[in-house]
């Protein structure tokens, strides 16, 4: 079950915009951190698009989970998209943070976000 999903695709595109009008650098987009790159290589899902700035297919998705609120600053854990909800079911409710990323150039941008209930939790 989602709530309070937040979107952060229109922060993506004007990213891109930036590198496309030159105002924001390369390098500055392609600094995945290796925990995230080897994520997405080991249990990331297929994006099914390919990536936005080096038009490779090896765009990927990386699921990372919040206990609780989620706490930015809580260290979240990359889990297959396939076991969210055992997840859930195990640890209570989760905060779960949706990246995507492309192992072939280390681009990298957060997709959305949303609460991901324990089975059985009302939603408010
Ligand atoms: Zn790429």
Redesign the pocket.
Known sequence: MRERRMDYRLQRRALLREVTEGTRGLGDVRDAHPDLVRAGVHIGSQAGEP?P??R?P??RHVVYVFEGKGARTSSGRAVPREALAQHAERHGDLTVYVVEV?T??H?HHLLESYRQLARGTAVG
């Open positions: 990536c700035l080096c490779r090896e765009l492309c072939a150039c681009w």
